[in-house]
C-alpha cells in the first residue's frame, strides 16, 4: 500500500449516525418552532458543519443558527448512539491498514470528545491510531485544520502518503485544501453516486467498505 497513513471521516464513513443526528436536530427545531424537514432531507444533516446544515436544510437566519447550533451541542450527547451502528466492513478496513503497517486515523468535524467516546462505544477506538475532531475552543473547526492535526500527531509529514476516506464533499474539499488524497464513498449521507464525487479530485470512489479495502491493497 502506499499510503503511511489511512484517515477516516466518522459520521457517514465509519458510522452509521444518521438517526441520532437527524433526531437531535428535530428536537432543536421543535423547541424553536420551525418545521421538521422530512427524513430524506435530514440527510444533509450528517457530515456537515452545523453552522451550514441548519440554514440550508432547516431555513435559519443567521441569529437563529448560532442559537441552534448551540442548542444542538448541548444535547447531542442524549441523542448520539440512538441507531448508531458501525458500517460493513469498517473494521476490517481499519485492520488491514494495520497489517501492512500502516496508521489508522479520524479526521471528522464532531467534536473530537463526542467522535472519542462514540468510539470507544462501538469498540473502534482501539484500533485506531489516533482521533483527530474539532476541538472544544472550535479553533480547529475545519477538515484542513483536522487532517493537519492528525498528521502531526501521527508525525506523518508527507502529504503524499495520506488519504482521507469520506462520503461528502466536505471531505473532499478538506482533503484537497490540505494536499492529501481522497477516496469518496457513496454509502454514507454525502455522495448519492460515483458520478457526484467525479467533481471533485480523487483518486478512488467506492459503494462500500470492501470495495475501499480492494483499493488500498493495490
Known sequence: MKYDLVLF?????????GNGICECAWSVLDELGMPRPDREQMRRFVGPPL???????AGTDPETTVKAAAMYRQRYDEYAERGCVPYDGILDALHFVHSVSAKTGTATLKKEFHARR?????????HLDFIAGVDDAGERATKELVVAHAMRGLGVSDPGKVVL???TEYDARGAMAAGIDFIGVTYGY???????IAAFPHVYAADTVA????????
Do not use: N, Q, R, W
Not at 454525502?190 to 457526484?196: D, H, I, P, V
Open 9 to 17: 471521516d466518522l459520521d457517514g464513513t465509519m458510522l452509521d449516525t
Open 51 to 57: 453552522e451550514i446544515t441548519f440554514p440550508t436544510v
Open 118 to 126: 462514540m468510539l470507544k462505544h462501538y469498540h473502534l477506538a482501539e
Open 165 to 167: 476516506i469520506g462520503d
Open 190 to 196: 454525502g455522495f448519492a453516486s460515483k458520478e457526484e
Open 211 to 218: 470495495e475501499v479495502i480492494a483499493y488500498l491493497k493495490k
